[in-house]
């Protein structure tokens, strides 16, 4: 796929998800009466811009396609208008701030039934071991065709994703592996799988291969469609512990050229792909709107519930103060991210 192309798909997708956020905040502002100032997709100077007559909103599309907004009365600083977003009862304030990140989290596990129920799910089920130039194999270790993992050093799974992904993780050293062989449960002790090493971090890889189903059931659906969500979670929160203790380095993050990249090339493999792939950045954006980090969501989600338990209020000025030095290391941070991405491309 060409750049143009490239850069096409993804300003689609970003702004098709990021519109999906806002409209969460701006809903439920709406329901609960909130005086809304401007609904922007996008950021920077606006492109388009309307005023709603009846309402007084105004309606915006914006430069950069990597954000947006809805701009509420006194959402941050004090403000005279009896229906302001400051004047809102506590409880109204947090679901207006987590509606955002709720909606990316289910237009991304709906996107996931879409994708599960299009597409051959692969179970843990061992098919067999084709042949490859690895030097070291689990099948050395005393897994065998035929078995049913169900456990990785003892965590559960139930689908080819969760296995792949713990191996994944944690097969850069020996594994124990719990299997159901002829009808019985076995655990095989440190089971070697092979390993590949990318932007400095060493990974344990899949060297077997798993039977999929094709035709399946509405539960049967549901369930992966839920197993998969769900472990996409799972892997957007461990990927920023790994980070922050160091397992992953600053190489292995992308941001918004990095992630366009990979939706392009999800595109260019086929609708099924790219659906897989807006699945996984509605889910992660969601997530990641919901870290305790000021000037994200989840920021003001923490204010929020600390005011709802303790009755007390964090004066505006404070946590202005505070979400304005996030926000300032957030964009810091992209920044570098940014540079890294671009350094990539070019090098």
């Known amino acids: 796929m060409g750049t143009l192309?490239?850069?096409?798909?993804?300003?689609?997708?970003?702004?098709?998800?990021?519109?999906?956020?806002e409209l969460?905040?701006?809903?439920?502002?709406?329901?609960?009466?909130?005086?809304?100032?401007?609904?922007?997709?996008?950021?920077?100077?606006?492109?388009?811009?309307?005023?709603?007559?009846?309402?007084?909103?105004?309606?915006?599309?914006?430069?950069?396609?990597?954000?947006?907004?809805?701009?509420?009365?006194?959402?941050n600083e004090e403000c005279d208008d009896p229906?302001?977003?400051?004047?809102?009862?506590?409880?109204?304030?947090?679901?207006?701030?987590?509606?955002?990140?709720?909606?990316?989290?289910?237009?991304?596990?709906?996107?996931?039934?879409i994708y599960t129920s299009v597409t051959s799910i692969g179970g843990t089920l061992v098919y067999d071991f084709p042949e490859t130039d690895y030097t070291v194999s689990s099948q050395d270790s005393g897994l065998m065709a035929g078995d049913r993992i169900t456990h990785v050093d003892g965590v559960s799974v139930g689908i080819a994703d969760e296995l792949s992904y713990e191996i994944m993780r944690r097969g850069y050293e020996p594994l124990d592996l719990t299997v159901i062989r002829d009808g019985q449960t076995i655990v095989l002790h440190d089971v070697v799988f092979p390993t590949d090493s990318q932007s400095g971090q060493t990974f344990g890889m899949m060297d077997f291969r798993v039977l999929g189903k094709?035709?399946?059931?509405?539960?049967?659906?549901?369930?992966?469609?839920?197993?998969?969500?769900v472990l996409m979670m799972r892997m957007c929160w461990e990927s920023l512990f790994d980070l922050i203790t160091g397992r992953y380095t600053l190489e292995a993050v992308s941001g918004p050229v990095g992630i366009s990249g990979a939706i392009g090339d999800a595109a260019a493999a086929g609708i099924k792909p790219l659906l897989y792939m807006v699945a996984m950045i509605s889910i992660n954006l969601g997530i990641m709107n919901l870290l305790p980090i000021p000037a994200l969501d989840g920021g003001r989600t923490l204010t929020l519930l600390f005011e709802m338990i303790t009755r007390k209020r964090i004066p505006p000025k404070v946590e202005n103060t505070v979400n304005t030095v996030g926000l300032m290391v957030l964009l810091g941070f992209s920044f570098l991210i940014l540079i890294k991405d671009v350094f990539s491309i070019i090098f």
């Open 83 to 113: 229906n302001s977003f400051d004047k809102k009862p506590a409880w109204q304030r947090f679901i207006i701030t987590v509606a955002g990140a709720s909606v990316n989290i289910i237009a991304g596990f709906l996107a996931m039934v």
């Open 214 to 229: 094709n035709e399946k059931s509405i539960f049967e659906v549901l369930e992966w469609s839920v197993r998969k969500s």
């Open 5 to 21: 192309g490239t850069i096409l798909i993804a300003v689609l997708v970003f702004g098709l998800l990021i519109f999906i956020h």
């Open 24 to 75: 969460g905040h701006f809903l439920f502002a709406r329901l609960f009466g909130v005086t809304i100032e401007e609904f922007s997709i996008g950021m920077g100077p606006r492109l388009l811009s309307k005023v709603s007559q009846k309402t007084g909103i105004r309606y915006s599309l914006a430069l950069i396609p990597f954000g947006g907004y809805v701009a509420m009365a006194g959402e």
